[in-house]
């Protein structure tokens, strides 16, 4: 079992940078393919960056490449996500997800992964 607890949101301007924290309780974390979520109002949950075990690759969708940037220190069982230029269409409370698949690779789909944090919100002012 991996307890994940998110951190860092907040109300900010346009243009403005944030940047989320995400720490887990299990040394299994250092394994797992952790992804960030967001979920706006009426909308549903949708991927926004992931990363695998050490790092190496990531993923992100359209509309955040080049503004969001996912990090992780397994060291510190802690996984980032550094959002620049943000926009009032990033408001969404934001979740850190992490995929029960040692070594496996990300998926967009948040049915495929089983720990989740509680979430924390994140409002762009324009």
């Known amino acids: 079992q991996v307890q994940l607890l998110e951190s860092g949101g907040g109300l900010v301007q346009a243009g403005d940078s944030l940047r989320l924290s995400c720490s887990a309780s299990a040394r299994t974390f250092s394994t797992y393919p952790m992804g960030w979520f967001r979920q706006a109002p009426g909308k549903e949950r949708e991927f926004v960056a992931g990363i695998n075990w050490n790092g190496g690759r990531t993923y992100y969708r359209d509309s955040v490449k080049g503004r969001f940037t996912i990090s992780r220190d397994n060291a510190k069982l802690t996984v980032y996500l550094q959002m620049s230029s943000l926009k009032p269409e990033d408001t969404a409370v934001y979740y850190c997800?992490?995929?029960?698949?040692?070594?496996?690779?990300?998926?967009?789909?948040?049915?495929?992964?089983?720990?989740w944090g509680q979430g924390t919100q994140v409002t762009v002012a324009s």
């Open positions: 997800a992490a995929r029960r698949l040692s070594y496996g690779g990300v998926t967009t789909s948040p049915a495929d992964y089983s720990y």
